[in-house]
């Protein structure tokens, strides 16, 4: 089983319309996680933190659920703006080292 | 906010040559930097950990010979690909975490473009 899957998708949906990607991560002392953005031929920007309480900011949540295993993005009112890759990222403190862990990321289209 | 830089942002060699990649920390000082290479439609894929004043921990499979990192300051990481072969072309983007907590976000370079003819 991959340390960290994700779905490549891709995921094609209207303007508008409300779209869910899932991570799912195999390592349950995994502490940290994080959502990225990833432009075509550009490096990953940092969308937002996960919270194990959940967080929003703007027209994105973000949620854990640690007894499962999974992160989730929930992207609202999608924008033309919002088509990138999603990357899930898993960070892993273990024996002093930390490692950090990248999805291989879910493509998303939004259509006009 | 954190930013990182990387340097060239583009660059095309001959095989056989070796070209040294940059990545800056501006604004904050990073114990740890990040290599990671992307091929196209690929996932970014760890390289190596670069700890300041102490040797690179490299991924498996991951030759320290030909990808040899340099972490000489809190500022500064460098990643020598040495002897450059067409299959070495890639998209090679650095990364640093600001701040020391397991909650503190990677923040990336812009990325290096090789392409090696």
């Known amino acids: 089983r991959k340390e960290v899957e994700q779905d490549p998708g891709p995921f094609n949906v209207p303007e508008g319309a409300t779209v869910a990607f899932n991570c799912t991560y195999s390592n349950s002392a995994s502490q940290s996680f994080f959502w990225y953005r990833q432009d075509c031929r550009k490096e990953p920007k940092l969308l937002m933190s996960v919270y194990s309480s959940g967080n929003e900011d703007g027209r994105f949540t973000a949620q854990l659920n640690r007894a499962s295993q999974y992160i989730s993005l929930l992207i609202r009112d999608s924008k033309l703006s919002d088509s990138a890759t999603y990357l899930c990222v898993v960070n892993t403190f273990s024996g002093g080292y930390q490692k950090v862990t990248f999805g291989t990321g879910t493509k998303l289209q939004v259509i006009p | 906010g954190a930013v990182v830089s990387q340097h060239p942002s583009r660059v095309i060699c001959k095989s056989g040559t070796s070209v040294k990649i940059e990545c800056r920390s501006l604004d904050f000082q990073a114990t740890t930097m990040f290599w990671y290479r992307q091929f196209p439609k690929q996932s970014l894929m760890l390289m190596a950990t670069?700890?300041?004043?102490?040797?690179?921990?490299?991924e498996q499979g991951v030759e320290k010979d030909k990808f040899l990192i340099n972490h000489a300051s809190l500022t500064l990481s460098t990643l020598t690909v040495t002897s450059a072969h067409p299959e070495d072309s890639s998209f090679y983007i650095c990364s640093a975490q600001k701040g020391t907590g397991y909650n503190s976000p990677l923040h990336f370079g812009n990325g290096t473009r090789l392409t090696v003819t």
């Open positions: 670069s700890n300041e004043g102490s040797k690179a921990t490299y």
